[in-house]
């Protein structure tokens, strides 16, 4: 009977921190292509995010995209983007965008979007792409 006590105290510790914690699922949402772009281009307040390496967006890219690498520390981006925007994150394979979007939202972005499977699911899906080489 005297292990009740410890028992509870520690259920109660482990729940607490459980139910604290905001899942990924819902600190972004990952969108197949044909999605995406419908909610990017409905969106009035969306800014398009290549997290992709320079080398890699000025080959193609989703047009109207700025690049902010994900190996940059793309948060350090998170002072010139207001807030209230909507994030709509790309990358090759949607793992950086993923993890990227992670970031923002620990900076106070709510409106995030991932696009599922990358620039190569938007590709394979038909979508257009922008080819002309930019410089840096």
Known sequence: MKTF????????IFTNDITSQV?????????????????????????LVD???????????????????SSGKPESSADTIAKE???????TSGFRSKR??????????RRL??????IVAWKKAGLLVEKR???K
């Open 85 to 91: 925007r909507s994030l709509y994150l790309y990358c």
């Open 133 to 135: 080489r930019i410089r």
């Open 113 to 118: 979007y991932s696009l599922d499977g990358g």
């Open 5 to 12: 006590p410890f028992i509870f105290l520690f259920v109660l």
């Open 100 to 109: 990227v979007a992670k970031g923002f939202y620990d900076l106070g972005f």
């Open 51 to 69: 997290v992709r390496e320079f080398f890699e967006y000025r080959k193609s890219r989703i047009k109207g995209a700025v690049n902010i690498p």
């Open 23 to 47: 899942p990924d699922s819902l600190k972004y949402l990952s969108l197949r292509p044909e999605e995406f772009k419908a909610a990017y281009l409905k969106d009035d307040k969306a800014v």
